[in-house]
């Protein structure tokens, strides 16, 4: 079940951090272009931020990370490229899930996996399983994930495996059946490399989250590249369709 509610229907608690931040994680291969680097390098050198932002939130008690690693669309760049990404993504799971466990982070994955390999696939089933359990941080990764994707396959679903399904169904019929439904809706999205949009990401859950945009290649960002994006969230007047009035005597009721 969705963890809190549906910003279009309630207004959700509003903390001064984040409890749930998603990121597209872009400029990969430009940041290796600028250095006279193959485009591999900057997937790799992408990784390591993905550890350092993962360190960050654990520090700052954000309990939910949820990253764009590679969209349904991405399949359309050279092959050579994405087998590398199919590989790195591969060596990832193998050696950072142990890591993840001892850590108390829950691994997730989200996003269409039949265009896995086998061996990939299993390496995500084993370590959700061995992570299941872990409280300190749920980290999600969205892989072959596309939002228009989530909608269609959650429609799916709610029409096969609910028997009693009423005619005028609702929000929260359909939102259960979403990938990320075991987590709130972000409360602050960021995309790093320049790119002011969204690219099909979380189209449902991003309905009332904070946008931040950065010039800073992803490769580079880092702790401080986090801690902006929070000062800029909190800056922020969430108002969730109310006016500031409302809002401002909302908040002061609550002090």
Not at 138 to 152: E, K
């Amino acid at each position: 079940m969705p963890q809190g509610p549906s910003s279009t229907r309630e207004i959700p608690e509003i903390g001064s951090i984040p409890r749930h931040i998603a990121i597209i994680m872009d400029g990969n291969g430009r940041w290796a272009r600028n250095r006279f680097m193959p485009r591999v390098a900057g997937h790799q050198q992408g990784v390591e931020t993905v550890r350092g932002v993962i360190k960050a939130c654990i520090e700052r008690e954000i309990p939910y990370l949820t990253v764009f690693a590679f969209s349904s669309e991405n399949w359309r760049r050279p092959a050579e490229e994405v087998s590398y990404l199919m590989q790195l993504f591969t060596g990832a799971l193998e050696q950072e899930i142990t890591k993840l466990h001892e850590n108390q982070i829950r691994f997730k994955v989200i996003g269409d996996l039949s265009k896995f390999e086998p061996k990939i696939i299993e390496f995500i089933r084993a370590g959700e399983q061995l992570t299941a359990e872990n409280k300190r941080l749920t980290f999600t990764i969205a892989a072959n994930y596309g939002g228009r994707w989530d909608i269609m396959q959650a429609m799916r679903k709610m029409m096969t495996q609910s028997a009693e399904l009423p005619l005028n169904f609702d929000e929260e019929n359909l939102a259960r059946y979403l990938s990320l439904n075991y987590a709130p809706e972000p409360d602050l999205f960021i995309r790093t490399g320049g790119e002011c949009r969204i690219s099909n990401f979380l189209l449902w859950q991003l309905a009332y989250t904070e946008l931040y945009f950065t010039d800073t290649l992803w490769p580079d960002f880092n702790e401080h590249e986090l801690e902006l994006a929070i000062q800029s969230y909190q800056q922020r007047e969430r108002r969730f369709g109310r006016t500031s009035e409302q809002t401002r005597t909302a908040m002061s009721a609550k002090g």
